[in-house]
């Protein structure tokens, strides 16, 4: 079993909370084709900040010094510096959002077109579909939201800035799926590291186990829907596909 628990990672207290994972049409169906999650690379993600320390840290070191010099100040910012970075292109994600309904902000983050799809899970589900997968471990818990300015990462493991994001997410409540693909020597640092170039990592998942419903886009007309029923039966799958209850009119 893949899925490891970590003192990193906090999973939500309820494992049967809801996860939502918000995309386009196209997304969706490379999901259906691949019977796969696409995992992105830490540093291909929009945040510039994704897996990098805080601005406290920089300006005060954590150093057995009361008053470091300007090498040791300079040491201690390249070591920060190196560490994350190196660490944002070996690691891979996942990102889900875990709240009990619908978002109408994460549709909006999300939707490219009138064709968006949500995929709606739970934790305890997401847990049991990666089951079959074996390449590496997968750590899930959710993401801790902070003041980039004067709050500190704890740097006694890798992983930390991972699972830490700018407060001006929190609306994300983000579930984060990781993998540390360096894991047990199963991959390198810096040029040798064998995901440099494609930056892709599709991870074999069962889907009927994962996907509970599918729901379309509040701006989808009934025709996105069907499509999206009949092509889910020809992958094999049965998915309740629902639309959005954003698209409902008022009742009076």
């Known amino acids: 079993m893949p899925f490891e628990s970590h003192p990193i990672f906090t999973p939500p ?4 909370a809801r996860i939502w994972r918000y995309g386009d049409l196209a997304k ?3 999901v259906l084709d691949r019977s796969a999650l696409f995992f992105s690379c830490l540093d291909t993600l929009d945040d510039v900040f994704e897996g990098l320390y805080t601005k406290s840290m920089v300006d005060k070191p954590l150093l ?3 008053d470091p010099s300007p090498e040791q100040m300079a040491h201690w910012q390249q070591v920060l510096r190196s560490t994350s970075r190196s660490q944002r292109e070996v690691t891979s994600v996942s990102s889900w959002h875990c709240q009990e309904h619908e978002s109408a902000a994460m549709w909006a983050q999300y939707l490219r077109s009138l064709e968006g799809i949500a995929i709606q899970s739970t934790y305890e589900r997401l847990v049991k579909a ?3 997968y074996s390449d590496f471990a997968v750590l899930i818990g959710l993401v801790q939201y902070i003041d980039y300015t004067n709050d500190v990462i704890r740097v006694d493991n890798s992983l930390a800035p991972v699972m830490t994001k700018r407060r001006n997410f929190e609306h994300e409540r983000e579930l984060r799926a990781v993998i540390w693909t360096v894991q047990h020597g199963k991959n390198s640092l810096g040029t040798d590291n064998k995901y440099i170039n494609s930056r892709r ?5 069962d889907l009927s186990t994962l996907i509970e419903r599918v729901y379309i886009a509040p701006t989808a007309p009934s025709w996105i829907g069907e499509l999206v029923a009949s092509t889910i039966k ?3 799958y049965n998915f309740p596909v629902h639309q959005s209850e954003l698209a409902e009119s008022p009742f009076y």
């Open 64 to 66: 057995n010094a009361n």
């Open 130 to 132: 990666l089951e079959t």
């Open 13 to 16: 207290a309820d494992t049967n």
């Open 234 to 236: 020809r992958f094999g």
């Open 201 to 205: 990592l599709y991870v074999p998942i």
């Open 28 to 30: 969706f169906l490379s």
